[in-house]
């Protein structure tokens, strides 16, 4: 099992930039890929972006590609999420995660192993 936490969230305003990071430790060998989830109020968690840890090759939502780059640094075991020309819809719980599959998913099932979240706030 893979241990994440993460951090890096905050309160910003619409067009604003901020950087998510979390740091993996544990089970490298079943950490093929990882991805970043949001949670809104109310609504369902949703994919945001997933990247091989290998290859580093990234795999985007619609709602973010163009604005958000995900990036992984594998000498320290971290993951980032870049967000720029933040808007108030990106508001929400921020949640890295592991899977063990091989092909980049935006499956949540697909993912074994979740950090405990970072709120990210967007005001307008």
């Known amino acids: 099992q893979v241990h994440l936490v993460e951090s890096g969230g905050g309160l910003v305003q619409a067009g604003d930039s901020l950087r998510l990071s979390c740091a993996a430790s544990?089970?490298?060998?079943?950490?093929?890929?990882m991805g970043w989830f949001r949670q809104a109020p109310g609504k369902e968690r949703q994919f945001v972006a997933a990247?091989?840890?290998?290859?580093?090759?990234?795999y985007y939502a619609d709602s973010v590609k163009g604005r958000f780059t995900i990036s992984r640094d594998t000498a320290k075991n971290m993951l980032y999420l870049q967000m720029n020309s933040l808007k108030p819809e990106d508001t929400a719980v921020y949640y890295c995660?592991?899977?063990?599959?091989?092909?980049?998913?935006?499956?949540?099932?697909?993912?074994?192993?979740w950090g405990q979240g970072t709120q990210v706030t967007v005001s307008s």
């Open positions: 995660a592991a899977t063990t599959r091989f092909a980049l998913t935006s499956m949540i099932t697909e993912y074994g192993s």
């Open positions: 544990g089970g490298t060998f079943s950490r093929i890929g």
């Open positions: 990247i091989s840890w290998s290859s580093g090759v990234t």
